[in-house]
C-alpha cells in the first residue's frame, strides 16, 4: 500500500505541470478562432504545357470558360483540368447530371488536385518520396447516383484540379457544376503599405499575406496540404506576420497554451501537435531548437499584446526550455553535441552542420528569456543568465570563430554556411560590424552552405538587419522571395532554392508543401523595417 502511495506520488511529481495542464487547454480551446468560409469556383479550364523556363518545368494555359464543361458531355472528353484562380483550401465538391439514356452503372472519377502545375503533370508512382504517398492529393470516387452533390471528405489545399473518367461508361453524364468551400480564420488585413512602396515589394508581401491566411485555420498550421499541423518554429515566423497583417493575437496565444498543455512531464515543449480527435502531441519529437523558440514566441507575443497575465501563467514553461537546453551545456560552456541525441532543426538543406548554430541557438534563448523576466520582473529568477551568456559567447568565439578570416565555421570540418553566421549573429556573439564581416565573406566563399528553404532564409535576412546591412537585406529579398512570385508563386513554397527548382527535403517535389506557412515572412520584414523596403 505505502509502496504503491509513493510510486503514485513519484508520479505526479514526475509531471511538473501536472496541476496546470487542464487550465491551459481549457484557455487554448477559449482562445480557438472562427473559421470564414466561402464558395469558390473554377475560373477556367486550362491546358498544361510542358516549358523548360516554367517552375518546375511546367505551367498552365487558359483553354476555356469551365461553361464548356458544365454543358458537354464528359464521356467525350475523358480529362480536364480546372484552375480555379487562386490558392484554397477547403473541401471539393462536384454534381453530375445525365445527358440521354439513363444511368446504368457506377461512374468512376479520379480526381488530382495541385497547388501547383508541375504537381498535377509528375507520374506518383513508383513513389519515390520519403514521407507517406498519401499526403498526395488524389482520390477516386464512385458515383452511384447522379442526382446527388459529392463532397470529397478529405480537406485539400489547391488552386488546380485534373478530373479523369476512368474505364468506360455507356451513359452520357456532364460534370455540371463543381465548388471549393474555401476556409480560413484570417479576417481582415489591418495595416497598409506607404505610397512609396514599389511595385515588386507590394506583390512579394501580397503573396506573403496569402500564405499566412491560407495556413491561419483553427490554429498556425505549417502547412494546408502537408503535416496541417502545428510546429513551433513555424508559429514563430508566423506570429511575426501576422503582427502586421490580420493582428489576430488570440490564435498566437491559443498555441503558446497547446504547446504548454501538451509538454513533456518534465515540460519540455513538442516541437509539433495536432488539434483532431483531441490536442496531442507527436511524442517522440522533440526539437530543440523549436523547444527555444516557444520562449521567443511568448515574449513576442508579450511585446503585441501586453497580455502579462498569460505571460506569468506561461512563464514557468519558458525557464523549463531554458533548462532543457543547459543539460547538455558543459563546464566549459560549450553545447555537448555528442551528448544530445534531440533532433535540432535549422533547415532542410543536407549537410547543414549544427554544432555552432545550436549554441548560438542556446544564448538567442537565454538574451530573450531574460528580457522576458525583465519584462515580467522576474529577473532574480534568472540571475545566473548574463554570466552564462558571457561565458558560452567566449567559448563559441574561441572554438568556431576565425577572427583572421572573419568568418565563423562550424564543426569538425570547420564548415562555412550562412546560419552558422546568423545564429551567432542573432545571439549577439559576433558584434553588428563582425557579423556583417563573417555574412559578407561566408556569401563570397566558395561552398559555402547556403539555407535551401525560406525559414533558414528568414533568418539570413534577419541577421542582415540585425547589422544593418539594409541594402543587401532588400536586395536578398527581393530577389529571393522576388523570384517565387516571378515564376508564378501565389504563395510561398516549403523549399526554394533559386538555383534548383526541384528542391525537396523528401527527395520528391511534388511532395513539397507550396503554401507553406514560413515563407510568409517578407509581411513582417517589409513592415517592421519600412524604411529599408518601402521607400
Ligand atoms: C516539416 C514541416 C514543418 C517544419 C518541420 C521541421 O515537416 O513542414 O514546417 O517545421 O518540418
Known sequence: MLAAMLFATQLCAADIFADKRAAWMRKAEEAKPQLIFRTMKPVALVRAVA??????????????????LYKATFNQRQTVTLDFGQHMVGYFGFHISE???????????????????????????????????????????TVTRVDQPIIIPRR?????????????????????????????????????????CPDIVRRINAVGVETLRECMQTVYEDGPKRDH???????????????????????TK????????????????????????EPHAQDVSICLPYSLLWNSSLLEYLKDTDDRETAQDLWPVAVRQVEAALKYVGD????????????????WRNGLDDYALIQGATVFALRQTYELAQMLGRESEVATYPSLIRKMTKAIRGRCYNAKRGVVESGKNRQVSVLAQTWLIKSGILSKKEG??????????????????????????????????????????????????????????????????????????PLNSSCHAWGCTPVYFIHQYPDVFQK
Open 51 to 68: 516549358d523548360s523556363l516554367a517552375y518546375q518545368g511546367w505551367r498552365y494555359e487558359p483553354e476555356a470558360e469551365p461553361a464548356e
Open 436 to 509: 556583417a564581416r563573417a555574412l559578407r565573406t561566408a556569401l563570397a566563399t566558395d561552398g559555402c552552405v547556403m539555407p535551401g528553404t525560406p525559414y533558414g532564409t528568414h533568418y539570413l535576412i534577419d541577421a542582415m538587419l540585425l547589422c544593418d546591412m539594409k541594402q543587401e537585406a532588400h536586395d536578398y529579398l527581393i530577389d529571393y522571395w522576388g523570384g517565387m512570385v516571378r515564376k508564378g508563386a501565389d504563395t510561398y513554397w516549403e523549399a526554394y532554392d533559386p538555383k534548383d527548382d526541384c528542391i525537396s527535403p523528401y527527395r520528391f517535389h
Open 229 to 251: 499541423r502545428l510546429w513551433i518554429g513555424d508559429m514563430y515566423l508566423e506570429a511575426l506576420a501576422n503582427r502586421h497583417s490580420f493582428r489576430c493575437h488570440q490564435m
Open 156 to 196: 485539400l489545399a489547391f488552386r488546380y484540379v485534373k478530373i479523369e473518367l476512368m474505364g468506360r461508361c455507356n451513359f452520357g453524364f456532364a460534370i455540371d457544376s463543381l465548388w471549393c468551400r474555401a476556409q480560413t480564420s484570417a479576417g481582415k488585413v489591418e495595416e497598409t503599405l506607404l505610397p512609396t
Open 332 to 347: 566549459d560552456g560549450l553545447f555537448d553535441r555528442g551528448r544530445c541525441n534531440l533532433w535540432l532543426f535549422f533547415d
Open 254 to 277: 491559443r498555441c503558446l497554451y497547446l504547446f504548454a498543455g501538451l509538454s513533456t512531464p518534465d515540460g519540455v515543449t513538442i516541437s509539433n501537435c495536432f488539434e483532431e480527435p
Open 99 to 141: 445527358r440521354g439514356r439513363c444511368q446504368d452503372a457506377p461512374v468512376r472519377l479520379k480526381f488530382t488536385f495541385g497547388e501547383v502545375p508541375a504537381e498535377l503533370n509528375t507520374p506518383f508512382d513508383p513513389w519515390k518520396g520519403t514521407l507517406n504517398r498519401a499526403w498526395m492529393q488524389d482520390e477516386v470516387v
